[in-house]
């Protein structure tokens, strides 16, 4: 494998011990975009296009939805990088994270950070070049928080690391409404507020299926700390709070009858499924049992089609 940025050892082995040939430019490639975490960058993008049909009640210019996903995206994916270099001695501890490209040694710390600073100049750019300054400090606020909030300081300190860490995840909401706007109002907040208590059943979920993971490098996320049956009891009190948050938008916005409708059924079956793995959790500690995943799945696709109702509402209602 290359070592980008210094290097390479003489020879760089796996799991079991077998050493491999160098990487090629490809996969140096993909090891790269790997840092940037594209999966959660959808979600962020998910969260933050949306919200930008809605604030122009209608389609927003192209160009400025271009610009703000491009700012986004550099802005989300300086953020990854950074946790993944921060990070990189658990993630080399942890099944789902031990085949990333640091633990892996395809890319060395420091050309990581340097790639970590350059997403983050270029978002900057980007975001005050095509957008506009307010959306710009809080891309650049968001960036931050996630970094020295939660990746530094909260993620390995305390069971709430997830809740005010996860903040930096509601900032799109944020940043989609003031792109189209240039002011922030209580219409993104709501939104902001969705996401804030949609992020702890979100990732307990998860934590709970690598809950050995995180014991084992001493990170404290809820499910490490407490019983299952009081994660899952956890859990669906933020889902009840959430689903009622996401209703606040019918007063708050004055959407149409076509979004309360979307997010009742949503949230309905959000609750359904919440209340299940609690009960599954009740006198036990097996995860074939629990089934986690099945959450966090789920709740991707709650965060999905409830931000797509978002932007349909006033596509379909004009």
């Known amino acids: 494998m290359t070592y980008v940025g210094q290097p390479a050892p003489a020879a760089l082995q796996d799991d079991s011990g077998d050493s491999h040939p160098r990487a090629s430019f490809r996969d140096v490639v993909a090891a790269y975009v790997g840092l940037t975490k594209p999966r959660v960058i959808e979600l962020l993008l998910l969260t ?39 990070d990189r001695d658990i993630d080399e501890q942890m099944r789902r994270t031990r085949r990333r490209a640091l633990p ?37 606020g968001a960036n931050a928080f996630y970094v020295f909030g939660y990746t530094m300081l909260l993620k390995r300190r305390t069971t709430q690391n997830i809740v005010w860490g996860g903040l930096a995840g509601c900032f799109p909401a944020l940043i989609g409404w003031t792109a189209v706007t240039g002011e922030l109002s209580w219409v993104p907040v709501v939104l902001f507020a969705v996401v804030f208590f949609w992020t702890p059943p979100h990732t307990w979920s998860l934590a709970l299926r690598y809950r050995e993971d995180y014991a084992n490098v001493d990170v404290p996320m809820l499910p490490v700390v407490v019983p299952a049956q009081e994660v899952g009891r956890q859990i669906v009190l933020y889902s009840w709070v959430m689903v009622a948050t996401s209703l606040l938008l019918w007063p708050v916005a004055g959407t149409s009858l076509l979004y309360p409708a979307i997010a009742v059924v949503l949230g309905a ?3 359904v499924e919440a209340h299940r793995l609690w009960g599954r959790t009740k006198g036990t500690e097996d995860l074939s049992t629990i089934q986690p995943m099945r959450l966090f799945h789920h709740s991707n696709l709650y965060l999905s089609l409830l931000f797509v109702a978002v932007a349909l509402d006033p596509l379909l209602t004009r």
């Not at 210019?61 to 995206?73: I, S």
Request: hydrophobic share 60%.
């Open 48 to 86: 933050t296009v949306p919200v930008m049909f809605f604030a122009d009640r209608g389609i927003p210019p192209l160009g400025l939805v271009a610009a703000t996903v491009v700012g986004g995206t550099f802005s989300a994916g300086s953020a990854s990088v950074f946790n993944c270099v921060y």
């Open 269 to 271: 079956i959000f609750l």
């Open 104 to 140: 892996r040694h395809i890319v060395s710390p420091r050309a990581a950070l340097i790639f970590g600073f350059l997403l983050a100049i270029a978002s900057t750019a980007v975001l005050l070049a095509w957008v506009n300054p307010l959306s710009a400090a809080l891309s650049l």
